[in-house]
């Protein structure tokens, strides 16, 4: 068996020193961070260039729920990712089953829609998802166009 022979030359040094280490771990340490936050800053470049402002109305009740945009006459369900409590709003506001509330926000169109007439009913097409909320009020501005399902009507006993 043939043994393999290394020859180093005297004046090199086998292992880098304690201060080339801490040199080298540093060096990799801000390549890591430059490059995290160079990933980060595209990322939320391209995911903010997303958002977008709505206006329209929710009903958020028995049977129905959905978000109807004043420049749109199709109803899309609404996702609340900004936890704005939108929902805890709507149900503040309204005075009557199925009332539409005007509401401004900040959101995107993002996926297929969830169930909008009861819980095994008709799903919308679209689906928005809502970042924060700008202004939710009963008054409807005169420019919304936002068509309400007056179609819908409700019969329920208040006495049973």
Same mark, same amino acid.
Request: aromatic share 14%.
């Given at each position: ?13 086998? /292992?880098?020193?304690?201060? &080339? =280490?801490?040199?080298? $771990?540093?060096?990799?340490? !801000?390549?890591? +961070?430059?490059?995290?936050? @160079? ?51 709507? /149900?503040?506001?309204?005075? &009557? =089953?199925?009332?539409? $509330?005007?509401?401004?926000? !900040?959101?995107? +169109?993002?996926?297929?829609? @969830? ?46």
């Amino acid at each position: 068996m043939r043994r393999l022979q290394i020859a180093v030359e005297p004046n090199v040094k086998e /292992s880098m020193s304690l201060n &080339q =280490i801490s040199t080298y $771990i540093f060096i990799c340490a !801000v390549l890591v +961070i430059f490059t995290g936050a @160079g990933m980060y800053l595209f990322h939320e470049k391209y995911y903010s260039e997303q958002w977008t402002e709505f206006s329209g109305y929710i009903i958020d009740d028995e049977e129905l729920s959905g978000f109807f945009s004043c420049s749109s006459s199709r109803g899309m369900s609404f996702t609340d990712i900004g936890n704005t409590g939108i929902s805890k709003e709507y /149900s503040y506001r309204k005075t &009557q =089953i199925r009332e539409p $509330i005007y509401v401004e926000f !900040v959101g995107r +169109i993002a996926g297929i829609g @969830g169930s909008g007439w009861g819980m095994a009913g008709e799903p919308w097409e679209k689906n928005v998802e809502i970042k924060s909320i700008k202004k939710i009020e009963r008054i409807f501005p005169e420019n919304c166009e936002a068509k309400p399902p007056y179609g819908i009507t409700v019969e329920f006993d208040e006495n049973p």
